[in-house]
């Protein structure tokens, strides 16, 4: 029987993506929208493991995964959020299986989710690579992008080798031919995907299909528009916006380039410098 997997959160996009991600990976995957319809879900039925996001409007992930801990402990949990920073001292405190930050790698949520439900011992020797500065990552990366404004300060962030410590071959595709002919020319080691766009041209079921595959993809969704009024951050929210409220952040941008840089180390595209 396949594991079964809730997926919780307020961004329809990100719920499908994830959704469809997961189902061809063989698990059978519920989702829910908002906190109070993953409780309906929760109280109706076995599951393994449940995704949730933090910020949600009815009621967040950490009023659900409270509820989730005292009901039913034997559900696996792992919390996928752009606001980890500011929880993640209340997550320890409530306690959770694992928590990636958003935007996310999806061969890094896949295994987590894989290790959490074999029970399988987590390695340690990425964890140390990720942090070591001797490490160089060196990587051809295809950024799927709603438009060039958009990608504009993408494409400042990842030339610059000090800041994203990489070196990085650099291309972007903005409709669905720009994406084939990119895929097909380039065979990019990396693929970094606004999320929209990702759901908008069923790029998961197009890849599956390709002879050759990129070695990890990276889904995000930066953008001014959205965000909280009590934030000062930018969250994590896809869409094709309006080109003025294109606006990314220093931190939301290292957020991403922190991303690039552990998927590329998780594939082996990094060399030792100095």
Not at 6 to 20: F, G, R
Not at 75 to 97: F, P, Q, R, S
């Amino acid at each position: 029987m396949s594991k079964k997997i809730l997926i919780v959160d307020d961004e329809k996009n990100t719920v499908l993506a994830l959704k469809d991600i997961f189902e061809s990976k063989g698990y059978t995957v519920l989702a829910a929208f908002s906190g109070k319809e993953a409780l309906k879900l929760l109280d109706h039925g076995r599951l393994d493991l449940i995704l949730l996001d933090i910020e949600m409007p009815d009621m967040n992930g950490i009023e659900l995964l409270k509820v989730v801990k005292k009901r039913h402990s034997s559900i696996k949990t792992v919390i996928l959020t752009g606001y980890l920073d500011e929880y993640k001292k209340k997550i320890d405190k409530i306690g959770c299986d694992a928590y990636l930050n958003k935007p996310f790698s999806i061969n890094a949520l896949v295994q987590v989710l894989g290790t959490i439900l074999e029970e399988k011992a987590a390695s340690q020797s990425l964890a140390e690579l990720f942090k070591d500065h001797r490490v160089r990552t060196k990587a051809s990366l295809l950024f799927i992008e709603p438009n060039e404004i958009m990608y504009s300060p993408k494409l400042a962030y990842f030339q610059d080798r000090e800041r994203c410590g990489g070196e990085y071959q650099l291309a972007a595709a903005f409709n669905e031919s720009q994406i084939s002919e990119k895929m097909e020319s380039m065979k990019p080691d990396i693929v970094i995907s606004d999320i929209n766009m990702f759901r908008l041209y069923k790029l998961e079921e197009k890849f599956s299909r390709l002879e050759f595959k990129p070695k990890d993809i990276i889904l995000h969704g930066i953008s001014a528009f959205g965000v909280r009024d009590n934030d000062k951050a930018l969250p994590f929210v896809g869409g094709l916006f309006d080109p003025i409220t294109a606006i990314i952040s220093p931190k939301e941008m290292d957020k991403l380039g922190q991303t690039v840089r552990e998927a590329a180390i998780a594939r082996g595209l990094y060399i030792m410098a100095g």
